[in-house]
């Protein structure tokens, strides 16, 4: 069975600052996906990046950039210029596509320091 | 907003209860994702239904069972229910495209059981 792993349970940034959050992962599948998810207090998760496992080329959507390394399983998500809305918490995700759905981790609770 | 809903936001039940909890999933999406989050770990998948079936399980007794309608909406029922299964459910809808199926996810309901 796929695990998904976040050893950081909180993590806590200034204002502006960049902060990086970690994320490995179990399968021996060679194709699948990887997600970071938000979740605000609001509850709702929402998707802030994907990565494809059969590309090199790390993910980027703005601020936001993953650092993926598929032969050390590592998937790590790194925030710029951290801003007070990015307080939440993050959780790692992995999809071995199909029917199985979401492997999550326990997730990583980012504070963001005014 | 990821355009999927859940009702109710808040539900009580008492341990030996059934219960059922609604959804309402984007339009065009064919797929239905149930997750139970328990307080401080990640989402755990429950099942997926894919064109009114289930396609997919998680490690989940049979008294948790869904339907999912032609309408876009879909039900997760809960028998005899148990105080462990006091959690936030959050279902998500997606349009599946063979191996990769994003998920949108509503912003859940919470579950307390006494």
């Known amino acids: 069975a796929q695990t998904v792993t976040q050893s950081q349970p909180e993590m806590s940034v200034q204002e502006a600052e960049t902060v990086t959050l970690s994320c490995t992962y179990d399968?021996?599948?060679?194709?699948?996906?990887l997600f970071w998810y938000k979740q605000p207090p609001s509850r709702q998760m929402i998707l802030v990046i994907r990565?494809?496992?059969?590309?090199?080329q790390n993910a980027t959507e703005n601020r936001f950039s993953v650092n993926f390394q598929k032969a050390a399983k590592s998937f790590s998500l790194k925030i710029s210029d951290s801003q007070l809305g990015d307080a939440a918490m993050y959780f790692c995700?992995?999809?071995?596509?199909?029917?199985?759905?979401?492997?999550f981790g326990k997730g990583t609770h980012l504070i963001i320091q005014p | 907003e990821t355009g999927v809903t859940q009702s109710p936001t808040h539900l009580i039940k008492t341990r030996g209860q059934q219960v059922t909890l609604r959804c309402s999933s984007q339009?065009?999406?064919?797929?239905v994702s149930w997750y139970q989050q328990a307080l401080g770990q990640g989402p755990q998948f429950i099942f997926q239904?894919?064109?009114?079936?289930?396609?997919g399980r998680g490690n989940f007794p049979p008294r948790f069972s869904g339907l999912q309608f032609p309408n876009y909406s879909s039900e997760l029922n809960v028998n005899a229910l148990e105080l462990d299964d006091s959690a936030l459910y959050l279902c998500?809808?997606?349009?599946?495209?063979?191996?990769?199926?994003?998920?949108?996810f509503g912003p859940g309901t919470r579950l307390t059981v006494l």
């Open positions: 239904y894919y064109r009114e079936e289930e396609n």
């Open positions: 990565q494809e496992a059969y590309k090199q």
């Open positions: 399968t021996s599948e060679s194709d699948y996906y």
């Open positions: 339009s065009g999406h064919n797929t």
């Open positions: 995700a992995y999809s071995g596509g199909g029917a199985d759905g979401l492997t």
């Open positions: 998500a809808s997606g349009r599946t495209s063979g191996f990769y199926n994003e998920q949108f």
